[in-house]
């Protein structure tokens, strides 16, 4: 998931959050639902907002829901460019990529 961070604010762009789907599988609503529980900002058509308060239980909760192997690598790992220092409570779920291919046409 893109991901960047503005004043404490850790932002997951819209496109790449999970999205709810009533006849869904049961990990990927769960997933849907855990996320936007302890989202700051979970509007529609709107990144989603994380404090960084909450980026300890967010990076353990990406890192549980990555090692299940139930979704795929790019839906709970952080996306960063590569200019940006990951913070040390979402390292282990964060990871660079370079600028020219962290784009908002890219969907993951």
């Known amino acids: 998931m893109r991901a960047h ?4 604010i850790l932002y997951l762009h819209q496109e790449d959050v999970p999205a709810y789907k009533k006849s869904g599988s049961v990990v990927r609503n769960s997933y849907f639902w855990a996320l936007r529980s302890i989202a700051d900002r979970a509007g529609f058509n709107h990144d989603w ?5 909450v980026w300890p239980a967010l990076g353990r909760m990406l890192l549980s829901f990555t090692e299940s192997g ?4 790019r839906e709970t790992v952080l996306e960063f460019t590569d200019d940006v220092a990951i913070p040390d409570d979402l390292r282990p779920v964060g990871t660079w990529v370079a600028a020219d291919e962290y784009t908002d046409e890219e969907q993951s």
């Open 5 to 8: 961070i503005d004043q404490g």
């Open 49 to 53: 907002e994380f404090a960084d308060v």
């Open 70 to 73: 139930y979704l795929g690598y």
